[in-house]
């Protein structure tokens, strides 16, 4: 069974760091690209990040470039989201999702997506 767990979430004051992490199992992440997503309370889901199957290719919303990073490590089936400098409206629920193919997306809807994780929370508050 495919599955995708999230962790690292958790309480944070305003410029502060977290890291997430979404490990894999059941499958190989090698095939696929993966994407971190956030839902705030009241709002819709939208894609904050994501890496292609490689890692050669990354990408970010603007709301988050240059503050955060996003990495994988295919020997531990894990792909990474390092959130630097956090700001209250970065408060939501975090998810990983694995698309199948090399290139990755932003979109909350891809022909490609075969699985989400339960996601973690993420309090930006002092």
């Known amino acids: 069974q495919l599955q995708l767990v999230e962790s690292g979430g958790g309480l944070v004051q305003p410029g502060g760091s977290l890291r997430l992490s979404c490990a894999a199992s059941?499958?190989?992440?090698?095939?696929?690209?993966v994407g971190w997503f956030r839902q705030a309370p009241g709002k819709e889901r939208e894609g904050v990040s994501c890496i292609s199957g490689s890692g050669g290719n990354t990408n970010y919303a603007g709301s988050v470039r240059g503050r955060f990073t996003i990495s994988r490590d295919n020997t531990k089936n894990t792909v990474y989201l390092q959130m630097n400098s956090l700001k209250p409206e970065g408060t939501a629920v975090y998810y990983c999702?694995?698309?199948?193919?090399?290139?990755?997306?932003?979109?909350?809807?891809?022909?490609?997506?075969?699985?989400w994780g339960q996601g973690t929370l993420v309090t930006v508050s002092s």
């Open positions: 059941g499958f190989t992440l090698d095939y696929y690209a």
């Open positions: 999702a694995a698309d199948r193919g090399p290139f990755c997306s932003l979109s909350t809807i891809s022909r490609a997506r075969e699985v």
